[in-house]
């Protein structure tokens, strides 16, 4: 069972303030993760790999053949050094799947088109892949294998968070009865944030969802692009607030 992480705000729509133009490789990435989760056990669609116990074993095997195990990464394998960049393109279940291309499609495409495609690929592949070597770093004895987008999104939203800190979120909060309510990125990015913060500091041992991994991810996304960019770019109005956390299987 996929322990998926949830946020107090759910998107009530998605927008783009830039028209009328394109983010290849943000819908390449998209394309990607789907292929690979259709193709992959955890989707539950592919006959090969049976049903019942066979079908859970295969995911197993599956996970911990393309996932980041920590107590493993840094036996001096080849193997294991690549794992942080496979496990960005594998997701555990139909629910972090789409939650984290929905979050990539509404944030990635603002952020690749101020970047640049050939920069926002080097990006997102590295600052992904830095997110779950720090996971890995600080959780060096765990054999529960790490899969997911999460940590390279989170690094996305810290981008755009540095980038279009104007653009509004629409959202609905159940303490306020589902109201939709639109606040900016600079109040919404931030608060997500803190409740990574927080729950990072309670995350049990064992399965669970990696959200130092997204609070690393965030930080090395802001980080870049203060340093990378000048003053933030001003919008009239932006999509959605954060992504699915990384699932360990």
């Given at each position: ?8 705000a759910s998107?009530?729509r998605a ?20 292929a ?9 669609l592919?006959?090969?790999?049976g049903?019942?116990?066979?079908l ?6 599956y996970?911990?053949r ?12 080849a ?7 496979t496990?960005?393109?594998?997701h ?5 799947l ?38 890995a770093v600080?959780?060096?004895d ?13 690094a996305?939203l ?6 279009f ?7 609905l ?8 309510v639109?606040f900016?990125?600079?109040?919404v ?7 990574q ?14 959200y ?5 991810g965030?930080g ?5 692009a203060?340093?990378r960019y ?12 954060a ?7």
């Amino acid at each position: 069972m996929f322990m998926i992480s949830k946020w107090s705000a759910s998107i009530v729509r998605a927008g783009r303030s830039v028209r009328g133009s394109s983010a290849p490789v943000t819908y390449s990435l998209i394309a990607l993760c789907c292929a690979v989760f259709l193709a992959g056990p955890a989707s539950g669609l592919s006959p090969a790999y049976g049903t019942g116990d066979d079908l859970l074993a295969a995911q197993r095997s599956y996970f911990r053949r393309w996932g980041v195990i920590p107590a493993e990464l840094f036996e001096g394998s080849a193997g294991s050094a690549l794992t942080p960049a496979t496990a960005l393109f594998v997701h555990g279940s139909w629910v972090h799947l789409l939650g984290n291309m929905l979050f990539l499609y509404v944030f990635g495409a603002m952020t690749e088109e101020r970047m640049g495609r050939v920069q926002f690929t080097l990006f997102y592949v590295g600052c992904g892949y830095l997110a779950l070597l720090g996971y890995a770093v600080a959780n060096a004895d765990s054999e529960q294998s790490l899969v997911g987008a999460s940590g390279a999104i989170s690094a996305v939203l810290g981008a755009f968070l540095y980038l279009f800190p104007r653009a509004r979120v629409t959202s609905l909060l159940p303490f306020l009865f589902f109201l939709p309510v639109r606040f900016p990125a600079w109040i919404v990015l931030p608060f997500w944030a803190a409740l990574q913060w927080l729950a990072a500091g309670r995350a049990p041992d064992g399965p669970g969802v990696a959200y130092l991994a997204h609070l690393v991810g965030f930080g090395l996304g802001f980080g870049y692009a203060s340093v990378r960019y000048g003053r933030p770019t001003r919008v009239k109005a932006a999509p959605a607030p954060a992504p699915e956390g990384e699932n360990q299987p």
